[in-house]
């Protein structure tokens, strides 16, 4: 399953082609791409962090709303592309 939720989360970051896609709505989307294994919300946020460690994607936090983006890296981008 973590594999596919990590899956899910580089095809979607690629297909907003660059632009930041909040947490929530990626977390939604690697949810539905992966119902099948019915993962929770914690189990697409541990991915999260654990894919930022590998430097595939980068997070940033707006200081005013507090709400939390991501985007591919480079090196995500690379990944994401042979994911296809």
Same mark, same amino acid.
């Given at each position: 399953? /973590? $594999?596919?939720?990590?899956?899910?989360?580089?095809?979607?970051?690629?297909?907003?082609?660059? &632009? %930041?896609? %909040?947490?929530?709505?990626? @977390?939604?989307?690697? &949810?539905?791409?992966?119902? $099948?294994? /019915?993962?929770?919300?914690?189990?697409?946020?541990?991915?999260?962090?654990? @894919?930022?460690?590998?430097?595939?994607?980068?997070?940033?936090?707006?200081?005013?709303?507090?709400?939390?983006?991501?985007?591919?890296?480079?090196?995500?981008?690379?990944?994401?592309? &042979?994911?296809?």
């Amino acid at each position: 399953m /973590n $594999s596919r939720i990590i899956r899910a989360i580089l095809v979607v970051l690629l297909q907003c082609d660059g &632009q %930041p896609i %909040p947490e929530f709505a990626l @977390v939604q989307a690697a &949810q539905m791409l992966c119902r $099948s294994d /019915n993962p929770t919300e914690d189990d697409v946020r541990e991915r999260l962090r654990e @894919v930022e460690a590998q430097q595939f994607i980068s997070g940033a936090t707006d200081p005013l709303t507090k709400e939390r983006t991501w985007t591919l890296t480079t090196k995500g981008i690379h990944k994401a592309r &042979q994911l296809r």
